[in-house]
């Protein structure tokens, strides 16, 4: 059975840094891709930064580019988020997740398989 799991969520002000962490247990056959989304109250889930397991790449959504960085340590079965220059339009759940079907649009969070219970990210201005 897979399972993901999120820590490193917390409050923090405008400006500051957090490291969020996802660890997975389980095998997870044919992963394409890890991502990781977030959800405000009210708000459709959205992907914010992705890497694709073959080949190391990755993707980020545009408000987050240049501040936010996504790795893994395969050693450590654990995917990482490195959030620098937070700003208070960064506060929501934020989710990690698996995908098995081929690659495609990263961002596209009905097509991953897996998914942890999230972790709150607050910043205050």
């Known amino acids: 059975q897979v399972q993901l799991v999120e820590s490193g969520g917390g409050s923090v002000q405008a400006g500051g840094s957090l490291r969020l962490s996802c660890g997975r247990s389980?095998?997870?056959?044919?992963?394409?891709?890890l991502g990781w989304f977030r959800q405000r109250p009210g708000k459709e889930r959205e992907g914010v930064a992705a890497?694709?397991?073959?080949?190391?790449?990755?993707y980020y959504t545009a408000s987050v580019k240049g501040r936010f960085t996504i790795s893994q340590d395969n050693a450590k079965n654990t995917l990482y988020l490195q959030m620098n220059s937070l700003k208070p339009e960064d506060t929501a759940m934020y989710f990690c997740?698996?995908?098995?079907?081929?690659?495609?649009?990263?961002?596209?969070?009905?097509?991953?398989?897996?998914w942890g219970l999230g972790t709150q990210v607050t910043v205050s201005s």
């Open positions: 997740a698996a995908k098995t079907t081929p690659f495609g649009d990263w961002s596209a969070h009905l097509t991953y398989k897996y």
């Open positions: 389980g095998i997870i056959y044919s992963s394409s891709c």
């Open positions: 890497i694709a397991t073959r080949t190391g790449s990755t």
